[in-house]
């Protein structure tokens, strides 16, 4: 079976990689000049260092256990510390323990942070016996966690975790889509605090959340294409999707001289726009739908100094409402070991889901607007060597109310042609796990190992 894989990613990639291992010729399409999507390393000050994601989450199998099937598994680099802060009401504040993407589930921790005023304390236990529906029904989680525990905790606490996953607001992301572990708790009690704790994983869970590669997890792509060994073909964007008697004819080239490619299957790993130009002929009302999906756009700041800077911890956040262009800083060089600490690096993200001004400043602006934040918030910053701004337009998308529906509503009609199947961050989660087990699951369904989607 010839297999076509429109989408170089790590989603794209991992469905490659699945169907050459199930003996399929496969050809990955991709519109960009290179593999890996949002995962790419460079230097910068003779330090490489990821542009895109640094890191996965280690309690879901799928990116270890692919780590593992390509040799790369004893590599995997755990971080020194995973403590983090919030700058909130003029200080750094220690994110409380035991919480769920924000949502506190400790009381004495909360209060022991600082994060919230007393006021906003106070306001967080009475969730325990306000009265109210049980939850049923999709909803904002910034409207679900402001009506049980107070707006504080969505603006100092919630929002900006939300941030530092999708980039995103919480008043505008879907409870179900982004918490999905809490949903099946919220139906069975009123208190959101106690829904939340019946949700956290297992303390007994052992070992770090999250790992990377020495040499930076922009390595994976390269090492997944070569263990695929798939014909690719960069730089080639398919313009048309259209069923033959057969299988599938891919359209590329210009619309002067188009191109095309005759294949068996077709597994769609692009965002969700391409995506949902070409199945728009096969499905126009889900396809129309699914094109509205939002997206944020997001920068990265690298700095390298030349020496430490003071403090502890991986980094922090920094909430909307605090005004500032930087919403987080990672001390890249105190949490990853494999990292010197002279010269010192830094990472500062830049952009939230509809703010794009900043982002249209020029490099130099941003760097300058990142150094400036950092030295407010820390004091004055040891000499900068060398900088670097990573760009990712478009890159996160935006779970809003319904976005389950919707993702059922485009897999329901993609199902009804053989041996199509789409995959990726539109539709299964933005983390490099279940972008690796999407693309997996839909290799899997267009050979008709396994007839449902992952």
């Given at each position: 079976?010839?297999?076509?894989?429109?989408?170089?990613?790590?989603?794209?990639?991992?469905?490659?990689?699945?169907?050459?291992?199930?003996?399929?010729?496969?050809?990955?399409?991709?519109?960009?000049?290179?593999?890996?999507?949002?995962?790419?390393?460079?230097?910068?000050?003779?330090?490489?260092?990821?542009?895109?994601?640094?890191?996965?989450?280690?309690?879901?199998?799928?990116?270890?256990?692919?780590?593992?099937?390509?040799?790369?598994?004893?590599?995997?680099?755990?971080?020194?510390?995973?403590?983090?802060?919030?700058?909130?009401?003029?200080?750094?504040?220690?994110?409380?323990?035991?919480?769920?993407?924000?949502?506190?589930?400790?009381?004495?921790?909360?209060?022991?942070?600082?994060?919230?005023?007393?006021?906003?304390?106070?306001?967080?236990?009475?969730?325990?016996?306000?009265?109210?529906?049980?939850?049923?029904?999709?909803?904002?989680?910034?409207?679900?966690?402001?009506?049980?525990?107070?707006?504080?905790?969505?603006?100092?606490?919630?929002?900006?975790?939300?941030?530092?996953?999708?980039?995103?607001?919480?008043?505008?992301?879907?409870?179900?889509?982004?918490?999905?572990?809490?949903?099946?708790?919220?139906?069975?009690?009123?208190?959101?605090?106690?829904?939340?704790?019946?949700?956290?994983?297992?303390?007994?869970?052992?070992?770090?959340p999250f790992a990377t590669l020495p040499g930076g997890l922009g390595r994976l792509p390269e090492v997944l294409?070569?263990?695929?060994?798939?014909?690719?073909?960069?730089?080639?964007?398919?313009?048309?999707?259209?069923?033959?008697?057969?299988?599938?004819?891919?359209?590329?080239?210009?619309?002067?001289?188009?191109?095309?490619?005759?294949?068996?299957?077709?597994?769609?790993?692009?965002?969700?726009?391409?995506?949902?130009?070409?199945?728009?002929?096969?499905?126009?009302?889900?396809?129309?739908?699914?094109?509205?999906l939002d997206y944020a756009s997001v920068a990265l700041v690298t700095l390298v100094l030349d020496a430490p800077?003071?403090?502890?911890?991986?980094?922090?956040?920094?909430?909307?409402?605090?005004?500032?262009?930087?919403?987080?800083?990672?001390?890249?060089?105190?949490?990853?070991?494999?990292?010197?600490?002279?010269?010192?690096?830094?990472?500062?993200?830049?952009?939230?889901?509809?703010?794009?001004?900043?982002?249209?400043?020029?490099?130099?602006?941003?760097?300058?607007?990142?150094?400036?934040?950092?030295?407010?918030?820390?004091?004055?910053?040891?000499?900068?060597?060398?900088?670097?701004?990573?760009?990712?337009?478009?890159?996160?998308?935006?779970?809003?109310?319904?976005?389950?529906?919707?993702?059922?509503?485009?897999?329901?009609?993609?199902?009804?042609?053989?041996?199509?199947?789409?995959?990726?961050?539109?539709?299964?989660?933005?983390?490099?796990?279940?972008?690796?087990?999407?693309?997996?699951?839909?290799?899997?369904?267009?050979?008709?190992?396994?007839?449902?989607?992952?």
């Amino acid at each position: 079976m010839h297999v076509a894989v429109v989408g170089g990613g790590i989603t794209g990639l991992a469905a490659a990689y699945d169907a050459v291992q199930a003996g399929a010729r496969v050809t990955v399409l991709e519109a960009s000049g290179r593999l890996g999507g949002k995962l790419a390393v460079s230097e910068v000050g003779g330090v490489a260092v990821d542009e895109g994601a640094e890191s996965l989450l280690t309690r879901a199998p799928d990116g270890v256990g692919l780590l593992r099937e390509l040799g790369l598994g004893d590599e995997l680099v755990e971080p020194a510390t995973a403590a983090a802060s919030v700058w909130s009401r003029g200080a750094f504040r220690p994110l409380p323990t035991r919480t769920l993407l924000g949502l506190p589930t400790d009381l004495a921790a909360l209060a022991r942070s600082g994060v919230l005023s007393p006021r906003g304390l106070a306001r967080v236990p009475l969730d325990l016996v306000l009265p109210g529906p049980r939850v049923t029904e999709d909803l904002t989680v910034g409207e679900l966690v402001g009506r049980r525990l107070g707006r504080e905790v969505v603006e100092r606490l919630v929002d900006p975790l939300l941030g530092g996953v999708y980039a995103g607001h919480a008043d505008r992301l879907s409870v179900r889509a982004t918490l999905p572990q809490l949903v099946p708790h919220l139906a069975g009690q009123r208190s959101l605090l106690r829904a939340a704790r019946a949700a956290l994983p297992a303390a007994t869970t052992a070992g770090p959340p999250f790992a990377t590669l020495p040499g930076g997890l922009g390595r994976l792509p390269e090492v997944l294409a070569a263990a695929a060994a798939a014909e690719v073909r960069l730089r080639t964007t398919v313009r048309e999707l259209t069923r033959t008697p057969t299988g599938w004819r891919l359209t590329t080239g210009s619309a002067a001289h188009p191109q095309s490619l005759d294949v068996d299957a077709v597994v769609l790993a692009v965002p969700a726009t391409p995506a949902a130009r070409l199945l728009a002929g096969l499905l126009p009302t889900a396809a129309a739908e699914l094109a509205g999906l939002d997206y944020a756009s997001v920068a990265l700041v690298t700095l390298v100094l030349d020496a430490p800077v003071g403090g502890a911890g991986s980094g922090f956040l920094v909430p909307a409402v605090e005004g500032r262009t930087t919403k987080a800083v990672t001390w890249s060089s105190r949490k990853w070991p494999h990292l010197p600490q002279r010269p010192f690096v830094l990472r500062g993200s830049v952009g939230r889901a509809g703010e794009t001004a900043d982002l249209q400043r020029s490099d130099e602006e941003l760097v300058e607007l990142v150094r400036r934040d950092l030295e407010a918030l820390t004091g004055p910053l040891p000499r900068v060597l060398d900088t670097r701004v990573s760009r990712w337009g478009g890159s996160l998308p935006q779970y809003a109310v319904g976005h389950l529906d919707l993702v059922r509503r485009v897999r329901e009609g993609v199902a009804r042609h053989p041996r199509l199947a789409v995959a990726g961050a539109a539709y299964d989660g933005v983390g490099i796990p279940v972008c690796i087990r999407s693309g997996r699951g839909a290799a899997r369904a267009v050979l008709g190992q396994n007839g449902e989607h992952v």
